[in-house]
T-cell receptor, first 114, second 112 residues
């Protein structure tokens, strides 16, 4: 059974460019989470969805960040325009049930903005 | 074995020793706690979890202890192996289906 799939695994872009990160949750999972990991701030929640509906986006840094989940098997996190301080590893995680605490993480996307 | 005080960022042990990693959580309303292991270049991987109505839970070579009085969580790894080298995170939640709140990680280094 494939776990959470994220693409790309690595992204290097220049300041001002648009970046789109992609996530495919585990099939049948109802919740999807986007986290960001940096040395300074550790793992932080950006946004999460239940049944494709955004529930809490209070962790999204600013309007440059947006996330969508058009269907149960796909989500995107977009940064436009990107800035060097956005450099981090971005993780997607999914959870099987709305009543479940367990979260399964993908391998992450390492984003570098120069 | 070697025990550590409350959240040391790094822990170095010899192969075969027991390791204890500590974590303090912030929300007294949290009712679910989980330990993750993160190896270099990978996402966090589930190790073991515990609900607030328990104070101890054992897995394979791992034990989690919960002390709600002082809001303290610990992960014990028996007979630590080089493959246990990683960063370990504790996380908490007060509602199923919501986000986990992660603590600062502890880097475990196992030398043979």
């Amino acid at each position: 059974d494939a776990g959470v799939i994220q693409s790309p695994r690595h992204e290097v872009t220049e300041m001002g460019q648009e970046v789109t990160l992609r996530c495919k949750p585990i099939s049948g999972h109802n919740s999807l989470f986007w986290y960001r990991q940096t040395m300074m701030r550790g793992l932080e929640l950006l946004i999460y969805f239940n049944n494709n509906v955004p529930i809490d986006d209070s962790g999204m840094p600013e309007d440059r960040f947006s996330a969508k989940m058009p269907n149960a098997s796909f989500s995107t996190l977009k940064i436009q325009p990107s800035e060097p301080r956005d450099s981090a590893v971005y993780f997607c995680a999914s959870s099987p049930l709305l009543s479940s605490y367990e979260q399964y993480f993908g391998p992450g996307t390492r984003l570098t903005v120069t | 074995g070697e025990s550590v005080g409350l959240h040391l960022p790094t822990l170095s042990v010899q192969e075969g020793d027991n390791s204890i990693i500590n974590c303090a959580y912030s929300n007294s309303a949290s009712d679910y706690f989980i330990w993750y292991k993160q190896e270099s270049g990978k996402g966090p991987q589930f190790i073991i979890d515990i609900r607030s109505n328990m104070d101890k839970r054992q897995g394979q070579r791992v034990t989690v202890l919960l002390n709600k009085t002082v809001k303290h969580l610990s992960l014990q790894i028996a007979a630590t192996q080089p493959g246990d080298s990683a960063v370990y995170f504790c996380a908490e939640s007060n509602q199923a289906g919501t986000a986990l709140i992660f603590g600062k990680g502890t880097t475990l280094s196992v030398s043979s």
